[in-house]
């Protein structure tokens, strides 16, 4: 059984097969881009606290895992972080039916997590403001930038790689 395509027929068993795929080598590429804006973030968040406002983000104190931990790797876990994103939205194009919508809550909840938690430290209450703060802002540059990425590369499965119809 065939059925009209833009003035071709196709068998009617492939055009609505409802599998989505993702251009592999431009999610990457819009994920490192994103990795390096996150990291410029968590950059501005540690100078504007420390050199403005005259904080120190991860000072030494009893427990925590980030007590006294260096702000060159606070910096580099939030290009981590974009790129571990980018891994799950790959992940959640091939094994899910609403890939975005599933990749906006868990963004959206990871975000609120690392928000939080500087709150569960022994820091001081400016150092884990100041953190939390940063965390959020460089949680809602991850989100957005991938979301945009995302709704741009994500195609159904018979559409990708094909030459328009014309």
Not at 23 to 37: C, H, Q
Not at 71 to 87: D, E, Q
Not at 121 to 130: E, H, L, N, S, V
């Amino acid at each position: 059984m065939t059925g009209p395509l833009h003035g071709r027929t196709v068998p009617a068993g492939t055009r609505d097969s409802g599998r989505m795929r993702v251009d592999g080598t431009r999610l990457w590429g819009a994920g490192l881009a994103t990795a390096l804006v996150a990291e410029l973030v968590a950059c501005l968040g540690v100078l504007i606290v420390g050199g403005v406002f005259d904080i120190e983000l991860f000072p030494p104190w009893k427990r925590g895992v980030l007590s006294g931990m260096p702000t060159s790797a606070f910096i580099v876990l939030a290009g981590m972080g974009a790129l571990l994103a980018t891994l799950i939205l790959q992940f959640l194009v091939a094994l899910t039916p609403a890939p975005l919508r599933v990749f906006s809550w868990i963004m959206v909840l990871l975000t609120l997590i690392f928000t939080v938690a500087p709150f569960s430290t022994g820091a001081p209450p400016a150092a884990q403001i100041a953190t939390g703060l940063i965390d959020l802002c460089v949680g809602l540059v991850i989100l957005s930038l991938l979301s945009q990425a995302g709704h741009s590369m994500i195609r159904d499965e018979e559409s990708f790689g094909s030459a328009p119809l014309d």
